[in-house]
């Protein structure tokens, strides 16, 4: 099982960037798929593709602005994020695990190699 990202980079405050998740040796569309960011030791659950919480679910704290989407014949997921601020700014990971997972209950060893986002002026 292998997830390889690409995305991420430096942008100015109010900039867009979507992420991109690869998957490779397994089908996008049979596992929980979670989108998270890290700063230091602290984790944050952004976006949910088939977790327990719904076919998409987006975390209050990002949504209107952050949005995920799979493409299955690319056999890729997707996070947009739109207004972009400082605070943002974050290693970025994308994760599979078995469909119907907790975002906050992810224990899978299939993540990707993540990616930093870093937003400043």
């Known amino acids: 099982l292998q997830l390889v990202q690409s995305g991420g980079g430096l942008v100015q405050p109010g900039d867009s960037l979507r992420l991109s998740c690869r998957f490779s040796?397994?089908?996008?569309?049979?596992?929980?798929i979670g989108w998270f960011r890290q700063v230091g030791r602290r984790r944050e659950g952004l976006a949910c593709i088939d977790c327990t919480e719904g076919q998409i679910y987006i975390n209050p704290a990002v949504k209107g602005r952050f949005t995920a989407t799979r493409d299955s014949a690319q056999n890729t997921v997707y996070l947009q994020m739109d207004s972009l601020t400082p605070d943002d700014t974050a290693a970025y990971y994308c994760?599979?695990?078995?469909?119907?997972?907790?975002?906050?209950?992810?224990?899978?060893?299939?993540w990707g190699q993540g990616t930093q986002v870093t937003v400043s002026s």
């Open positions: 040796g397994f089908s996008v569309d049979y596992y929980a």
């Open positions: 994760a599979a695990d078995f469909p119907g997972t907790p975002l906050d209950s992810f224990t899978t060893n299939s």
